[in-house]
Each structure stands twice: as structure tokens, then as C-alpha cells.
């Protein structure tokens, strides 16, 4: 016997679509961002990164080997370099043509359309990002208080940290590999001095997980579902947010 959920639960769920819609569209893409737009996705997840002359760019991976037509690490190549290169036919060579976006360009074409996620991705090998993206955001006052639709998350939790001394009001997240399964209550709670989520891998979730993150005042939104069944494991656990390929299988629940 299943569990059932009200439309307003439902409604509660936080989606968030991974990398953008990535299961429809090339991962961390202009087309998987505007398709996470359609789909109507709360909001996208980026991986920021930057290039070897600081320019602040969207892509998942150290290298860029795996999602373009290109080889090295995004840290060694400049931004003309990364900019000639296709991200989208690795996908589907309908997406022939997609460039690695640049963060700037990703805030001035989405704000207002939908919230985002941003990934600090391996920010250690980027001394100084946090800054570069701090300064993004103000420039469009971006940095106000209450805009809940700017949320910044690393795995790398002095990034985190530094982050917030930055940007005091915007709301941090921190991510959580699989090692974190047995977090304990001191450390959420260390965590819940700067941040507002607690993202953890799905497969550590479990409601007391959910109920002990709650009771520090965070959030949780695991990452990443990739298929209903997962999805629905999550909805059932009482997260707050999913954070996932899919966007739609977090519409797809039995409602009462
Ligand atoms: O939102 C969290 C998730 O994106 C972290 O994992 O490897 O997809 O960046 P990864
Ligand atoms: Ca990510």
C-alpha cells in the first residue's frame, strides 16, 4: 500500500532539474536549461568552473573530454579555446552546435524565469572563484536578500563557507557524498551555522536522515534521481527537493 500525497504536497516538492533537463538535452547546455524552463522545473543545477584566463564557465566535468569534441582540463584551456568547442553532439547530433556556456550569460538569459542552483565544481583547483561569483551576482543585484532563487552548494564546504562571508544573504547549500552516511547530529548541526541545505547523495537518505537535517532548521534536496522509482523513494522520505535528470517524474505522484 502506497503512501498517497495531497496536491499540496505535491506542490511542495522543490524540482530541481540536474545539469538542466539533462535527460532530454545535452548536461549544463543553453537547451537543457530552457527545456528545464518548459518543463517547469523550480529550479536548474550548474556546474560552475573556470577557464585558464578566469572566465567563469558551465561544464560538469575537469575536462572537457566526456561532453565535447575537445580534449584537456577546463583549467588549462583559455575561453576562446573552450568557446569553439561543441557540447552538444556527444548528446545528439540534433544538438550539434551548443557551446559551454559562460555563468554570465547563463544569469542574464534565466534570472526571473527560474531559480538556480549553483555548483561550485572542484572549486580547490580555481583559487579565487568565489570571489569571481560573488562579484557576478552583485553586479546584477542578484545578492539581495530573500532571493530565493540563487542557491550556492559545493561538496567542498570551506568553499561553502567562504561563499556565505560573501554573500550573506543569498542561501548556501552543503553537498554530501556517500562518506557523509553516517553524518553525525554535531556536524549537521556545524553545517547549519552557514548553511540553509543539506544535499546529500540519494542513496544515504533516509527519513531519519530527513527528520535530523529538519530538526537543524536546513533543507534537504538529494541528488540525483534518474528514474520514477528513485524519485518516488525520495518523495516518500519527506525531502524537501529532488534534485534529478527527469524533471517530470517529480510531477508523477499518486495524488489523494
Ligand atoms: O546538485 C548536486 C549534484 O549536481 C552533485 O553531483 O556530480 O552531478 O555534480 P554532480
Ligand atoms: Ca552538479
Not at 522543490?14 to 527545456?35: C, D, L, W, Y
Not at 553525525?184 to 535530523?212: C, G, H, S, W
Not at 538529494?222 to 510531477?251: C, N
Request: hydrophobic share 35%.
Amino acid at each position: 500500500q502506497s503512501v498517497t500525497f495531497s496536491k499540496k504536497d505535491q506542490q511542495k516538492m522543490i524540482n530541481v532539474a540536474h545539469r538542466g533537463a539533462s535527460g532530454h538535452a545535452p548536461e549544463n547546455t543553453m537547451a537543457a536549461f530552457q527545456k528545464a524552463v518548459e518543463m517547469k522545473a523550480d529550479y536548474f543545477e550548474i556546474d560552475v568552473q573556470m577557464t585558464k584566463d578566469g572566465e567563469l564557465v558551465i561544464i560538469h566535468d575537469t575536462t572537457v573530454n566526456r561532453t565535447t569534441n575537445g580534449t584537456g582540463a577546463v583549467g588549462d584551456l583559455t575561453f576562446e579555446e573552450i568557446r569553439s568547442l561543441d557540447a552538444g553532439s556527444w548528446f545528439d547530433e540534433k544538438y550539434a552546435g551548443e557551446k559551454i556556456p559562460t555563468f554570465e550569460e547563463v544569469l542574464d538569459a534565466f534570472r526571473g524565469k527560474i531559480g538556480i542552483l549553483v555548483e561550485l565544481k572542484s572549486p580547490e583547483l580555481y583559487p579565487g572563484i568565489e570571489e569571481k561569483i560573488a562579484t557576478v551576482l552583485k553586479e546584477r543585484n542578484m545578492d539581495r536578500p530573500n532571493n530565493k532563487k540563487i542557491i550556492i552548494q559545493s561538496f567542498n564546504h570551506d568553499s561553502v563557507q567562504q561563499s556565505k562571508t560573501l554573500l550573506p544573504n543569498l542561501p548556501h547549500g552543503v553537498l554530501a557524498g556517500p562518506s557523509w552516511r553516517n553524518v553525525t547530529d554535531e556536524q549537521l548541526k556545524e553545517f547549519a551555522t552557514y548553511a540553509d541545505y543539506f544535499n546529500p547523495n540519494m542513496n544515504i537518505v533516509t527519513t531519519e536522515l530527513v527528520n535530523r537535517v529538519h530538526a537543524t532548521g536546513m533543507l534537504i534536496m538529494p541528488y540525483t534521481s534518474r528514474s520514477q522509482k528513485q524519485a518516488d523513494r525520495l518523495f516518500h522520505l519527506g525531502v524537501d527537493g529532488i534534485v534529478t535528470d527527469y524533471p517530470e517524474h517529480v510531477y508523477k505522484h499518486p495524488v489523494k
